[in-house]
């Protein structure tokens, strides 16, 4: 028989609790009635508004559960039968038992298992015998506090649920106010575009929040304050053709309170529009289908007044101060979002833009022949063109993430990447023309400038290289160098011949200057370089512009010409001019070819002189032979009239007597007897003049002849 033993004495009167203020009721459960008695005894001395109730067996401890309240139940683990630990379960599995606390006696120090089968079945302590009166005291102290403090609960949970029964349609509106918000913040978050936003939010506040008509204004600023709706819902065809209209400041056709947040810029109640109109109050043409109560929240951007946001009920007095704070929350995130859809149409633009430059910036880089690359500081390539990538070989992707030396002979590679370190140690850009093996081309020279390239915060991230093929370009050099001293052989030999040409031969701009002449006639050598003045003052020693300049004509017509150019020096100078053409035609410079021709001149007029004095020769003795024979016949006819008329002027004048004056010749006898004799006269001294011409003509004959 397992007998409970205490482990001191009852003790004194000052150890008893004499703090209970309820008398609660504890049944004690024990095969082994004396631990009962004891256990009995302990409580009633410790513990004396306490009602002890026993029991030896579960079924009678079970029955005394269901007809009387306990406050608690000590259970002995080891009964026959029904265990402690199983009558545990029951108590715990019983509804009306379910809340009593448990604790669960042993005989002995229980087992880690025994305690972990206790405390699953429900109990709520543990205690092992022989234990101390204070500590078994203490645990039921404990279990009783249990208890009163869940009976106390359980009343406050009484209480409540008529408290929340009174609040049942405030709580369904308040939670139809969060669905409502909820929805609200899921439109501002999944919004594309203000316009939709605006409709989506009138439309969960009509339909979700239960408020009968809702719409959305923007704010037009300028002479007048206007606003413009922007979106509505629950309103019909009539009000809706008011509200796609545009409102002054003087014609708001709506509700005061939309008129007040408007123009004060804070939230406005009309908690019932009977009593406003009744007051006197107008202004609801709009929304006038069986609204009540009207809340307008203007929507605000810090200060700047955006527009705003109306509400309308079917129901009085419905606005309060938690769903005022709510919607004003709502107005909030509806600008916020509004703001959000901005900034995010800038972002999209911004970011289109920058795609749009970066698809530019790499259509340029892909199309230049030239070789462009990324490398980081390890060398390692970040990315390449398409030449690059050709060069190499390989696919961009399979170039990124490698090093030269993935790619060039070890000693190339090595060369390549000292390089890349030396610049990126020097944080400076450099240029070098290099050699690099190159698959299926050999060795290709390459014209390379690197420069490092740095992150927003200045940090060095890397280098960026451009190589240019300048093969092409050696040999092009190559070949230069052979045509270079092929010219200046082909140059010497020329500037030879041009030396032993007498002529000058210069080579003149549209200014007429010299820049180019074989003959420098002021130091007598040849000469490339260009010659101070002018192509007159050098070679023709004139102060102005050639008559008939034949470099002149060439510039102006395009085409060859020549011509005889004398100076002041009495140098005659033969030109001839010869156009230079750009690729569009125009007479760029103009090649002369001066001849000095004074002495070739001077022969030429000479012999001209003599050539034309013997003409006059034979001409003058031509003139004398044909001019003497008719002369000779003139002054023998002359003298022979003048003895005639003589003869037979006393015949006339007899006549003249005895007719009177009569005509002669168509003359009158009168003028002509004055007239004939000096006619006459003159007619022989010209004769005698002709002769002595004639004879001076062969005198002069005779003496060009001698």
Request: include cysteine; glycine fraction near 6%; hydrophobic fraction near 40%.
């Given at each position: 028989?397992?007998?409970?033993?205490?482990?001191?004495?009852?003790?004194?009167?000052?150890?008893?609790?004499?703090?209970?203020?309820?008398?609660?009721?504890?049944?004690?459960?024990?095969?082994?009635?004396?631990?009962?008695?004891?256990?009995?005894?302990?409580?009633?001395?410790?513990?004396?508004?306490?009602?002890?109730?026993?029991?030896?067996?579960?079924?009678?401890?079970?029955?005394?559960?269901?007809?009387?309240?306990?406050?608690?139940?000590?259970?002995?683990?080891?009964?026959?039968?029904?265990?402690?630990?199983?009558?545990?379960?029951?108590?715990?599995?019983?509804?009306?038992?379910?809340?009593?606390?448990?604790?669960?006696?042993?005989?002995?120090?229980?087992?880690?298992?025994?305690?972990?089968?206790?405390?699953?079945?429900?109990?709520?302590?543990?205690?092992?015998?022989?234990?101390?009166?204070?500590?078994?005291?203490?645990?039921?102290?404990?279990?009783?506090?249990?208890?009163?403090?869940?009976?106390?609960?359980?009343?406050?949970?009484?209480?409540?649920?008529?408290?929340?029964?009174?609040?049942?349609?405030?709580?369904?509106?308040?939670?139809?106010?969060?669905?409502?918000?909820?929805?609200?913040?899921?439109?501002?978050?999944?919004?594309?575009?203000?316009?939709?936003?605006?409709?989506?939010?009138?439309?969960?506040?009509?339909?979700?929040?239960?408020?009968?008509?809702?719409?959305?204004?923007?704010?037009?600023?300028?002479?007048?304050?206007?606003?413009?709706?922007?979106?509505?819902?629950?309103?019909?065809?009539?009000?809706?053709?008011?509200?796609?209209?545009?409102?002054?400041?003087?014609?708001?056709?709506?509700?005061?309170?939309?008129?007040?947040?408007?123009?004060?810029?804070?939230?406005?109640?009309?908690?019932?529009?009977?009593?406003?109109?009744?007051?006197?109050?107008?202004?609801?043409?709009?929304?006038?289908?069986?609204?009540?109560?009207?809340?307008?929240?203007?929507?605000?951007?810090?200060?700047?007044?955006?527009?705003?946001?109306?509400?309308?009920?079917?129901?009085?007095?419905?606005?309060?101060?938690?769903?005022?704070?709510?919607?004003?929350?709502?107005?909030?995130?509806?600008?916020?979002?509004?703001?959000?859809?901005?900034?995010?149409?800038?972002?999209?633009?911004?970011?289109?833009?920058?795609?749009?430059?970066?698809?530019?910036?790499?259509?340029?880089?892909?199309?230049?022949?030239?070789?462009?690359?990324?490398?980081?500081?390890?060398?390692?390539?970040?990315?390449?063109?398409?030449?690059?990538?050709?060069?190499?070989?390989?696919?961009?992707?399979?170039?990124?993430?490698?090093?030269?030396?993935?790619?060039?002979?070890?000693?190339?590679?090595?060369?390549?990447?000292?390089?890349?370190?030396?610049?990126?140690?020097?944080?400076?850009?450099?240029?070098?023309?290099?050699?690099?093996?190159?698959?299926?081309?050999?060795?290709?020279?390459?014209?390379?400038?690197?420069?490092?390239?740095?992150?927003?915060?200045?940090?060095?991230?890397?280098?960026?290289?451009?190589?240019?093929?300048?093969?092409?370009?050696?040999?092009?050099?190559?070949?230069?160098?052979?045509?270079?001293?092929?010219?200046?052989?082909?140059?010497?030999?020329?500037?030879?011949?041009?030396?032993?040409?007498?002529?000058?031969?210069?080579?003149?701009?549209?200014?007429?200057?010299?820049?180019?002449?074989?003959?420098?006639?002021?130091?007598?050598?040849?000469?490339?370089?260009?010659?101070?003045?002018?192509?007159?003052?050098?070679?023709?020693?004139?102060?102005?512009?050639?008559?008939?300049?034949?470099?002149?004509?060439?510039?102006?017509?395009?085409?060859?010409?020549?011509?005889?150019?004398?100076?002041?020096?009495?140098?005659?100078?033969?030109?001839?001019?010869?156009?230079?053409?750009?690729?569009?035609?125009?007479?760029?410079?103009?090649?002369?070819?001066?001849?000095?021709?004074?002495?070739?001149?001077?022969?030429?007029?000479?012999?001209?002189?003599?050539?034309?004095?013997?003409?006059?020769?034979?001409?003058?003795?031509?003139?004398?032979?044909?001019?003497?024979?008719?002369?000779?016949?003139?002054?023998?006819?002359?003298?022979?009239?003048?003895?005639?008329?003589?003869?037979?002027?006393?015949?006339?004048?007899?006549?003249?007597?005895?007719?009177?004056?009569?005509?002669?010749?168509?003359?009158?006898?009168?003028?002509?007897?004055?007239?004939?004799?000096?006619l006459l006269a003159d007619t022989l001294a010209s004769g005698r003049r002709i002769k002595r011409i004639v004879e001076d003509l062969k005198e002069f004959v005779r003496i060009r002849s001698a």
């Open positions: 028989m397992r007998v409970f033993r205490p482990a001191i004495g009852l003790g004194t009167a000052g150890d008893k609790d004499m703090s209970m203020e309820y008398s609660p009721t504890l049944l004690l459960v024990d095969d082994n009635p004396v631990n009962l008695d004891i256990m009995s005894r302990i409580i009633s001395h410790y513990l004396p508004k306490c009602q002890v109730l026993t029991a030896r067996d579960p079924s009678t401890a079970l029955n005394i559960g269901e007809t009387i309240a306990l406050d608690g139940v000590l259970l002995d683990c080891q009964m026959p039968g029904m265990g402690g630990v199983e009558l545990c379960r029951r108590f715990k599995e019983h509804e009306h038992l379910k809340h009593v606390p448990v604790i669960l006696l042993t005989s002995f120090k229980s087992s880690p298992e025994l305690r972990a089968e206790g405390l699953d079945a429900g109990a709520e302590d543990f205690i092992s015998r022989p234990v101390e009166n204070v500590e078994f005291i203490a645990r039921i102290r404990s279990i009783l506090r249990l208890k009163r403090a869940e009976d106390r609960l359980r009343r406050i949970n009484s209480n409540v649920e008529g408290l929340l029964a009174e609040k049942t349609a405030a709580l369904e509106r308040s939670r139809r106010m969060y669905d409502m918000l909820s929805a609200c913040s899921q439109a501002v978050m999944m919004a594309e575009k203000s316009e939709d936003l605006y409709r989506d939010i009138c439309r969960i506040l009509v339909n979700e929040g239960g408020y009968r008509v809702a719409w959305v204004g923007e704010l037009e600023m300028g002479l007048d304050m206007k606003i413009r709706p922007l979106a509505w819902e629950g309103v019909n065809e009539s009000c809706s053709a008011k509200l796609r209209s545009v409102w002054t400041d003087k014609t708001f056709p709506c509700d005061p309170a939309t008129r007040t947040a408007i123009r004060e810029g804070r939230v406005a109640i009309v908690r019932d529009m009977d009593e406003a109109l009744a007051s006197g109050v107008s202004g609801y043409e709009v929304v006038s289908q069986g609204v009540v109560s009207a809340l307008s929240l203007p929507l605000m951007d810090g200060e700047n007044l955006l527009g705003v946001l109306s509400l309308y009920s079917s129901e009085r007095h419905i606005f309060d101060t938690l769903e005022i704070s709510l919607l004003q929350r709502l107005a909030d995130n509806l600008v916020f979002g509004i703001r959000a859809l901005e900034a995010e149409r800038e972002r999209q633009t911004s970011r289109l833009k920058a795609e749009q430059a970066l698809s530019l910036l790499k259509s340029v880089i892909n199309a230049t022949s030239d070789l462009i690359y990324f490398k980081d500081r390890e060398g390692r390539f970040l990315g390449c063109n398409l030449a690059t990538a050709r060069l190499f070989g390989h696919p961009e992707e399979e170039i990124v993430g490698k090093r030269d030396d993935d790619f060039f002979p070890s000693e190339t590679a090595r060369s390549v990447m000292a390089w890349d370190q030396e610049l990126l140690a020097e944080r400076i850009p450099k240029r070098i023309e290099e050699c690099l093996p190159c698959p299926g081309r050999g060795d290709v020279f390459f014209d390379t400038l690197k420069s490092p390239y740095y992150g927003s915060d200045g940090e060095l991230l890397g280098l960026i290289g451009v190589s240019r093929d300048i093969s092409l370009q050696k040999m092009a050099q190559l070949e230069l160098q052979e045509s270079r001293e092929e010219f200046r052989r082909l140059s010497q030999e020329f500037q030879t011949v041009l030396e032993g040409i007498p002529d000058t031969i210069s080579l003149l701009d549209s200014d007429f200057k010299i820049l180019w002449s074989n003959k420098n006639r002021v130091e007598g050598a040849f000469t490339r370089a260009p010659l101070p003045g002018k192509c007159y003052q050098r070679i023709h020693n004139l102060e102005g512009p050639c008559e008939n300049c034949p470099t002149l004509s060439c510039f102006e017509t395009g085409e060859a010409s020549e011509g005889v150019i004398r100076g002041t020096n009495d140098r005659i100078r033969g030109v001839k001019a010869f156009p230079l053409k750009d690729e569009t035609g125009k007479v760029i410079h103009v090649i002369t070819l001066a001849s000095d021709i004074t002495e070739k001149i001077r022969m030429r007029e000479e012999s001209q002189r003599n050539s034309r004095l013997a003409a006059l020769g034979e001409l003058a003795a031509g003139v004398a032979h044909e001019i003497n024979n008719p002369n000779g016949v003139i002054l023998l006819n002359a003298s022979l009239l003048q003895k005639a008329w003589a003869d037979i002027q006393s015949l006339l004048d007899a006549h003249y007597r005895q007719t009177g004056d009569f005509s002669m010749g168509s003359m009158s006898y009168t003028q002509l007897l004055d007239l004939m004799p000096d």
